[in-house]
């Protein structure tokens, strides 16, 4: 993902990479100290909120010195202090940002070609930064759990990807018994939660301005030993401290909207991985609904 070089004569930072501070905190965490591992856990631990407070804070929240959160903060690659908050700050706003702000951001921006040349060069940019951060281990246990007939599965999906959900649940309800799809209504998830049995699979999609039910109910979920697999963005929801897997993908567009191109794709290699695991039952299931199609009549034939 591609964005603006600092402009000179504006002091607000700009930032030029898709990595998250949380990323980077990942990727540098076995190269730090304990008391700065203390820290790293501090500011994980309430992303990135933990982080916005002043160094002295910081320091105290996490039981640590403040020249710790200062060598700490270096040691990940800022000059500073305040341009690492200046990052989070960033981070925060482009999480919480609403279609209206979004384009805006997006229209001041846009260069001078056809919408369709600007989707699909956005598009390609989020496939290309997803796949080089998916880890295929962690794809293929995801699979794993997705395939296993002695776990229920559960889709449940917010305002808009409520329908993410639900065309995962559609294939997956032709592969393999046992599955449900949540409604985005909060209301209904208790007796869905009664249902869970520890080992089951909870499939959550949760994407900016983050639904704040999500995370009751992977806290509630995860405490009855259910697995959570999270599908979010470059910006992770806070859902992330409860999934046992999670799916970060690129969803930026030139548009009001997210683009949930990337996120189907994912979703349809895991729906492929998971029918080729065990394809002469699916098969059998196909050719069941199939003949179920044809009693009912549910499909115009060709004469």
């Given amino acids: 993902m591609n964005r603006r070089r600092p402009d000179r004569g504006n002091k607000k930072l700009v930032l030029t990479t898709s990595k998250t501070v949380s990323d980077v905190i990942h990727a540098h965490f076995g190269g730090l100290t304990p008391a700065e591992r203390r820290l790293a856990e501090s500011l994980l631990e309430n992303y990135p909120v933990s982080g916005l407070g002043s160094i002295t804070t910081v320091a105290e929240n996490a039981g640590v010195s403040t020249p710790t959160v200062a ?75 997705l395939a296993d007939k002695k776990r229920s599965v559960y889709f449940v999906g917010g305002r808009i990807t409520g329908a993410l959900a639900e065309y995962f649940f559609t294939h997956m309800q032709v592969i393999r018994p046992k599955t449900t799809l949540m409604s985005s209504n909060a209301s209904s998830w208790p007796q869905h939660v009664l249902n869970m049995n520890t080992g089951d699979v909870l499939v959550i999609f949760d994407i900016r301005r983050y639904e704040a039910d999500m995370t009751t109910l992977a806290a509630v979920a995860k405490a009855a030993g259910v697995q959570i697999i999270l599908f979010t963005d470059q910006w992770t929801s806070p859902v992330v401290k409860h999934a046992l897997h999670s799916f970060k993908v690129q969803i930026e567009a030139p548009s009001a909207w997210d683009s949930s191109v990337v996120t189907l794709f994912v979703v349809e290699a895991l729906i492929e991985a998971v029918q080729s695991s065990a394809w002469d039952e699916t098969r059998e299931r196909m050719k069941t609904l199939e003949d179920l199609f044809e009693q009912a009549r549910l499909f115009r034939k060709l004469r």
Avoid: C
């Fill in 71 to 145: 060598r700490m903060v270096q040691k990940l690659g800022y000059k500073g202090y305040p341009e690492f908050q200046a990052h989070l700050h960033q981070e925060l706003e482009a999480s919480i940002s609403n279609p209206i702000a979004k384009h805006d951001r997006w229209a001041s921006n846009a260069p001078g070609t056809h919408v369709l040349n600007r989707f699909a060069e956005a598009v390609m940019n989020n496939m290309r930064q997803t796949l080089s951060e998916l880890d295929a281990a962690t794809f293929d246990e995801a699979a794993r759990l």
